[in-house]
Structure formats: structure tokens, C-alpha cells
């Protein structure tokens, strides 16, 4: 399989099995810092920001000139990871001091601004990609039979699920109704209007499955509040009992 691709398939399927099995195992704190916390800041947002840099790294390496759009496109990206970053610290640290003392600005820094700052980032990124991918395509197929694209449409599923339920425990869930439109009209345009061949192409490929079943799913979920009686069509999983 080829790196692009591939890149995909693990952060799809890495970042759906490490932000969902915390939510399962109970709260254990050490010298007060809660372990699962832990878990995410030495393996979830490392291994993201790798892969992150590595695709953008790959993309890069199929356009040999260098142009100022890419010029541009490098320091956006690097300003949207440096957004996350900054969300990813500030959720953490908040997290470890919600698990000693509560306090309300406490609250606001980890559910309210650390998240958004966190996903905000993320999207961005995941546009910037897309943008990469099209001034930087591959001039042979990355993805080829469907042994490769099942499983990466299977892997942004994974992925798509996994965001829409953290943004809406967050307290973000506008934040991917937003951004799932905006990549999804992206990706779109970039397919159907600048038609570039979408297997030469996997990151379009990948965060166009990603955005439809996105919204696909924040479309649905206001169900469930609804039929447990709550008012909030975005009621927090948690809340609802449900995680």
C-alpha cells in the first residue's frame, strides 16, 4: 500500500480506538494526573501530529517546484497545527486540574475554549490537506482495487464517528456541522469542478467519505436526546448516560 493511503487508514482507525476506549474504563488518578489523560498525551497527540506532518511531507514530495501557493499552504498548515496544539495543552492541563480542584473558569478553559481551539485546529489541518493533495497530486493511482479503498472509506468512518461524538461531548457540535460542510463542498468542487483523478488523490478520497457520514451523523443524532426526553439536540453522550 502506498504511504499516503496507509497514513490514512492508521489515524482513522488509531484515533477512533484511542479517543473511544478512555471513555469506557474508569477515571484513575496518579499524582494527580488522570492516566487516561495521560494515554492522550503521550500516544494520541503525538502519533497524530506525526502522521500529520508525515502526510503533508508525502504530498508534498509529488510536486517538484516550488510555488508560492505551497509556500502559503505550509504556513497555514503549520498555523492550524499549532491551533491544535495549543487546544490539545490546554484541554490536558485543564483536565488534570478539574481531577484535584473544580472551578468554573476550570470548566470554560477545558470543555468550552480547549476543545474548540482542539478540533478547530484538527478540520483546518484536514482542509490543508485537501488543498496539499491538489496542487500535489500523485501522477500514478495511490489507490488501487478495493482491498484499499474499503478499508480507507471504513477508516474515515471510523474517524468521522469518532470526531462527531467528541465535539459533541466537547460541547463543539457546530464546530463539525461547520466544518464537515465546509470540506465536504471542498472536496466536491475539487473532484467535480477542478476534476483531478480522485485515486491519484486519496486525501480528497478519504475526507470526502470523512465529511458525508459526518454530517450523516449529526443529522441523526438530535434523535436520541429527542426520544429520552431531553430538550438539547446535542445533549452531551455523557449526560444522556450513554458513555
Same mark, same amino acid.
Given at each position: 500500500?502506498?504511504?499516503?493511503?496507509?497514513?490514512? *487508514?492508521? /489515524?482513522? %482507525?488509531?484515533?477512533?480506538?484511542?479517543?473511544?476506549? $478512555?471513555?469506557? &474504563? !474508569?477515571? #484513575?488518578?496518579?499524582?494527580?494526573?488522570?492516566?487516561?489523560?495521560?494515554?492522550?498525551?503521550?500516544?494520541?497527540?503525538?502519533?497524530?501530529?506525526?502522521?500529520?506532518?508525515?502526510?503533508?511531507?508525502?504530498?508534498?514530495?509529488?510536486?517538484?517546484?516550488?510555488?508560492?501557493?505551497?509556500?502559503?499552504?505550509?504556513?497555514?498548515?503549520?498555523?492550524?497545527?499549532?491551533?491544535?496544539?495549543?487546544?490539545?495543552?490546554?484541554?490536558?492541563?485543564?483536565?488534570?486540574?478539574?481531577?484535584?480542584?473544580?472551578?468554573?473558569?476550570?470548566?470554560?478553559?477545558?470543555?468550552?475554549?480547549?476543545?474548540?481551539?482542539?478540533?478547530?485546529?484538527?478540520? *483546518?489541518? /484536514?482542509? %490543508?490537506?485537501?488543498?496539499?493533495?491538489?496542487?500535489? $497530486?500523485?501522477? &500514478? !493511482?495511490? #489507490?488501487?482495487?478495493?482491498?484499499?479503498?474499503?478499508?480507507?472509506?471504513?477508516?474515515?468512518?471510523?474517524?468521522?464517528?469518532?470526531?462527531?461524538?467528541?465535539?459533541?461531548?466537547?460541547?463543539?457540535?457546530?464546530?463539525?456541522?461547520?466544518?464537515?460542510?465546509?470540506?465536504?463542498?471542498?472536496?466536491?468542487?475539487?473532484?467535480?469542478?477542478?476534476?483531478?483523478?480522485?485515486?491519484?488523490?486519496?486525501?480528497?478520497?478519504?475526507?470526502?467519505?470523512?465529511?458525508?457520514?459526518?454530517?450523516?451523523?449529526?443529522?441523526?443524532?438530535?434523535?436520541?436526546?429527542?426520544?429520552?426526553?431531553?430538550?438539547?439536540?446535542?445533549?452531551?453522550?455523557?449526560?444522556?448516560?450513554?458513555?
Amino acid at each position: 500500500m502506498k504511504k499516503v493511503p496507509l497514513l490514512l *487508514l492508521i /489515524f482513522g %482507525f488509531a484515533y477512533f480506538c484511542l479517543e473511544l476506549i $478512555p471513555q469506557f &474504563t !474508569p477515571d #484513575v488518578i496518579i499524582n494527580a494526573i488522570n492516566v487516561n489523560d495521560l494515554i492522550d498525551l503521550v500516544i494520541t497527540i503525538p502519533l497524530t501530529f506525526a502522521i500529520f506532518i508525515l502526510l503533508y511531507h508525502y504530498i508534498k514530495t509529488h510536486k517538484e517546484s516550488k510555488t508560492s501557493t505551497l509556500t502559503y499552504i505550509r504556513w497555514f498548515f503549520l498555523g492550524a497545527v499549532f491551533v491544535m496544539l495549543v487546544g490539545d495543552v490546554m484541554h490536558y492541563t485543564a483536565n488534570s486540574i478539574w481531577a484535584q480542584i473544580q472551578h468554573d473558569l476550570i470548566y470554560f478553559y477545558d470543555e468550552m475554549l480547549g476543545h474548540f481551539l482542539l478540533y478547530l485546529g484538527m478540520y *483546518l489541518v /484536514f482542509i %490543508f490537506l485537501i488543498v496539499l493533495q491538489y496542487y500535489c $497530486p500523485s501522477q &500514478t !493511482p495511490l #489507490v488501487e482495487g478495493k482491498g484499499v479503498k474499503i478499508p480507507l472509506g471504513v477508516s474515515a468512518g471510523f474517524l468521522a464517528f469518532i470526531l462527531a461524538v467528541g465535539t459533541i461531548e466537547g460541547q463543539q457540535p457546530f464546530v463539525t456541522l461547520t466544518f464537515s460542510i465546509a470540506i465536504l463542498i471542498i472536496s466536491l468542487y475539487l473532484w467535480k469542478v477542478k476534476k483531478p483523478d480522485l485515486w491519484n488523490s486519496p486525501v480528497i478520497f478519504y475526507m470526502l467519505i470523512f465529511s458525508i457520514i459526518c454530517l450523516i451523523f449529526m443529522c441523526i443524532y438530535p434523535i436520541i436526546p429527542s426520544i429520552m426526553g431531553h430538550p438539547y439536540p446535542y445533549a452531551q453522550p455523557s449526560e444522556l448516560g450513554i458513555i
